[in-house]
């Protein structure tokens, strides 16, 4: 099991520094950690601003408790919830706010679901079919496998994970669930291998890493819960409030960067030759484009490679 106070926290320092300039600029700061995961990133915030609030949210009681249990100390000044994210302007509310001075979500699995085999997000451990981020929730990747109509599942693994073998796995997916459930995370690797193509096999790294990466969105949800709840952070926003987000695979990218180009998109038609005020954008990108992790960072956690960070903030009401 991780240790939570040994965990390595992606992109911690950069985070916090993206997000200084506003709580620094607020008088009664508050921030929501929109993905507390093991509380990295909130204990470095809240050990650098002392009179800063935040909010840390997960769906995932386990990593809460641990999280809790971890920011101990610091608990004066932080508030945690057991829910998605796409709640965030409901649990804002609830705490008597109606703005807030940052947010930060920190997209896709967290360390403690790949890290326990149990939780059956790793086809490299034999586990139950789960994927559940939200162990309470009642639909597991063993019930859209053994459930699912095979149209059903061609589509998961064509959208989710840009699987170009959909169809073919799907295929053996059908003929091994009639004969016994599919409930195992290795006898899933082990067809979805067996479907794809040899040739195929030899490049790209694992060939279920995309099959899985697929039913783990589906089986949480995520991307719609991505597409409601980035707006809803950006509406809670003050002005001078900043939007962090990390970002692990391109569809998750995808959405965070068609967001962040709208919101900082002036309405006004382009053939006048001035800005109309009431449609002028009310967000300003922090950073142009997105940013990677040092090669320090890379070296010391692997896990760091894949990630793309971005960053708005609110210039108008």
């Known amino acids: ?14 985070c916090v ?17 929109a993905t507390l995961g093991l509380g990295g990133h909130t204990e470095a915030l809240l050990k650098r601003f002392p009179t800063l609030k935040v909010l840390g949210i997960d769906r995932d009681l386990q990593a809460l408790k641990r999280a809790t249990t971890r920011l101990a100390p610091l608990a004066d000044r ?19 706010y109606t703005e807030i001075t940052g947010a930060l979500f920190d997209l896709g699995v967290s360390s403690i679901q790949l890290d326990e085999s149990e939780r059956g997000f790793s086809y490299s451990h034999d586990a139950p079919l789960d994927m559940r981020m939200d162990r309470t929730q009642s639909l597991t990747a063993a019930e859209i496998v053994n459930t699912y109509e095979p149209a059903q599942l061609v589509r998961i ?59 783990r969105i589906e089986t949480n949800d995520e991307l719609a819960k991505i597409t409601r709840a980035l707006p809803s ?10 939007l ?22 002036s309405g006004t038609p382009r053939n006048l030759p001035f800005e109309l005020p009431e449609l002028a954008a009310k967000f300003s990108l922090v950073i142009r484009g997105s940013q990677t992790p040092q090669t320090q ?6 896990r760091s490679a ?5 960053a708005i903030e609110r210039v108008a009401a």
Do not use: C
């Not at 959909?166 to 009639?178: L, P």
């Not at 952070?233 to 900043?242: D, H, Q, Y």
């Not at 894949?306 to 971005?310: D, F, G, K, Y």
């Open 1 to 14: 099991m991780i240790d939570s106070s040994e965990h390595i926290s992606v992109m911690r320092d950069r």
């Open 17 to 33: 520094d993206l997000l200084a300039p506003a709580i620094n600029a607020s008088t009664n700061p508050l921030v929501v950690d």
């Open 78 to 96: 932080l508030f945690t919830q057991h829910a998605s994210f796409d709640s965030i302007a409901d649990i804002v509310q609830s705490l008597g």
């Open 157 to 215: 693994l064509r959208t989710y994970g840009e699987e170009k073998f959909a169809t073919r796995i799907v295929e053996s997916i059908v003929k091994a669930r009639a004969v016994a459930p599919l409930n195992s995370t290795t006898a899933l690797a082990t067809l979805v291998k067996n479907a794809i193509p040899a040739a195929t096999r030899r490049t790209g790294g694992n060939p279920a890493k995309r099959t899985f990466q697929a039913l």
């Open 233 to 242: 952070a950006l509406k809670l926003l003050s002005i001078g409030g900043r």
């Open 244 to 265: 962090v987000v990390m970002s692990f695979q391109s569809l998750e990218d995808r959405i965070v960067k068609d967001l962040f180009l709208a919101a900082t998109t």
């Open 297 to 302: 960072e890379l070296e010391e956690n692997s």
């Open 306 to 310: 894949s990630v793309r960070l971005r």
